[in-house]
């Protein structure tokens, strides 16, 4: 695997995500990238936080504004394992991120079902990125938690 390749970014998110699974989070993980360098890792953390709006890329956007010391993202690229619901959609706008990478897909709560022009206009979004393990890790989850 070619350093700096989007599949290289990508298995940075499952470890993020792995993270989440491990602490009994929904095993979503980001990160977002400026320059081919890291500069902010999130995972769910909606349980641990008690707070509905702790989604991967919400802390992820706040992280990488924060290094960054602005409010934009417009060259940075988002890593995430799966695909934005609707809320994270809003603030991906806000943030004006200039491309989204996702793993899986959410037919159920994705932005893509819900509110498929959401992301700014510039945004290029390129789903399906190592899908098969992004997917395979949120099966695992769910069937564990219903056992």
Same mark, same amino acid.
């Given at each position: 695997?070619?350093?700096?390749?989007? &599949?290289?970014?990508?298995?940075?998110?499952?470890?993020?995500?792995? =993270? !989440?699974?491990?602490?009994? *989070?929904?095993?979503? @993980? +980001?990160?977002?990238?400026?320059?081919?360098?890291?500069?902010?890792?999130?995972?769910?953390?909606? &349980?641990?936080?008690?707070?509905?709006?702790?989604?991967?890329?919400? =802390? !992820?956007?706040?992280?990488? *504004?924060?290094?960054? @010391? +602005?409010?934009?993202?417009?060259?940075?690229?988002?890593?995430?394992?799966?695909?934005?619901?609707?809320?994270?959609?809003?603030?991906?706008?806000?943030?004006?991120?200039?491309?989204?990478?996702?793993?899986?897909?959410?037919?159920?709560?994705?932005?893509?079902?819900?509110?498929?022009?959401?992301?700014?206009?510039?945004?290029?979004?390129?789903?399906?990125?190592?899908?098969?393990?992004?997917?395979?890790?949120?099966?695992?989850?769910?069937?564990?938690?219903?056992?």
């Amino acid at each position: 695997m070619e350093l700096y390749s989007d &599949e290289y970014f990508m298995n940075e998110a499952l470890k993020q995500a792995q =993270i !989440a699974f491990e602490e009994g *989070e929904i095993p979503v @993980g +980001a990160v977002i990238v400026s320059k081919n360098r890291i500069i902010a890792k999130a995972y769910n953390q909606t &349980e641990k936080l008690q707070d509905v709006t702790a989604h991967a890329e919400m =802390i !992820a956007i706040t992280s990488a *504004e924060n290094t960054l @010391g +602005a409010k934009y993202l417009t060259d940075c690229r988002l890593y995430v394992t799966l695909e934005p619901c609707t809320m994270c959609g809003g603030a991906l706008f806000w943030s004006q991120i200039s491309q989204v990478f996702y793993g899986a897909s959410d037919p159920k709560r994705g932005f893509r079902q819900t509110n498929p022009k959401i992301l700014h206009p510039k945004t290029k979004i390129s789903g399906g990125l190592l899908e098969q393990e992004c997917g395979d890790l949120l099966l695992r989850f769910f069937e564990k938690l219903r056992k």
